[in-house]
């Protein structure tokens, strides 16, 4: 079979071992099947050589030099930019003990030497299979991006609220102790929140006035509509919820649907919070930007009204300051200067 299709180009596939017999034997066998093979000798030049270069996947020996394959399969998946290259680990190790800690550590499959050629070239399709999937996954997504930046320079009011929003409401959720998918979700939905707005005339959008009751209800398709667009798209399917519901309010008088209390997901809540700080702290075309102190009161006269969780108000706040204040330490003088 194959490495790639026509339209495709050959899989990059590193191997790892210090015994370099082997790794001419294994650079024989995958160039055969049309695989572009690397090779490294220890640990530390494997990390090196991916840093370098990421492959498509990875064959890697586990007693070696410097550093054995069980770290640097743990650094690689730990680490963010290869944590989806996949890990087949090759060794003579025998004991149960060892497998486990391979799987621990993030490897994908595992193989005792000596290992069966068919077997191992079956393992590297299925897993180089899997590989381009998720990359084609990351590449729709990234065009997800790529559509929210554009609708966001379509207001040049708006310039960096996504970023914004999307590290305020990490930071907050990482605050109230969320875990680590809800994070990531918070991080996507920062970004796509807005997305809707994709179908909202600029003329409504950049308006220096009073919106009308026809503008405003053009505006408040935008959540719905920002769904639609995200919701086919496995990797985001976390964040969905929160592009729909981050206008709801506690007491129901929020849009689209008009939800109460507990049916708004906590994310989304923690995102309406940060989407009106953003909003009221930035300059608009109606108005200026609002001093800092006075858009905490709005967002605390918000809570008492019953349309936030005072708790998650409060969180927030505490966020803000602390991040103004590690900006001011960064930009003060040199007391010695």
Known sequence: ?????????????????????????????????????????????????????????IVLDIVMPKMDGFEVCRRLKNAPNTRLIPVVMITALGELSDKIKAINVGADDFLHKPYEKVELLARVRSLLRVKHLNDELDNAE??????ARAVEAKDSYTEGHTERASSYATALGRRLGLPEKDIVALHKAGILHDMGKIGVKDAILNKPGPLTDAEFEAIKEHPVRGQRICASLRSIQDAVPIIRWHHERLD??????????????????????VDV???????????????????FEILREEGRKGWRNPEYVEAFIEVVTENAYKQDQVLAPDEGG
């Open 277 to 295: 700080y953003d909003a009221l702290s930035s300059d608009r075309p109606y108005r200026k930007a609002l001093p800092t102190e006075e858009c």
């Open 142 to 147: 990234n065009v997800i991006y790529a559509l």
């Open 252 to 273: 129901g008088t929020g849009y689209p649907d008009g939800l109460k209390e507990d049916e708004i997901p906590v994310t989304a809540q923690l995102m309406g919070i």
């Open 1 to 57: 079979m194959p490495s790639s299709t026509p339209d495709q180009k050959p899989s990059n596939v590193l191997v790892v071992d210090d015994d370099k017999d082997i790794v001419r034997f294994l650079q024989f066998v995958l160039a055969k099947e049309g695989y572009i093979v690397g090779s490294a000798f220890d640990g530390q030049e494997a990390l090196e050589k991916v840093k370098d270069d990421p492959p498509d996947l």
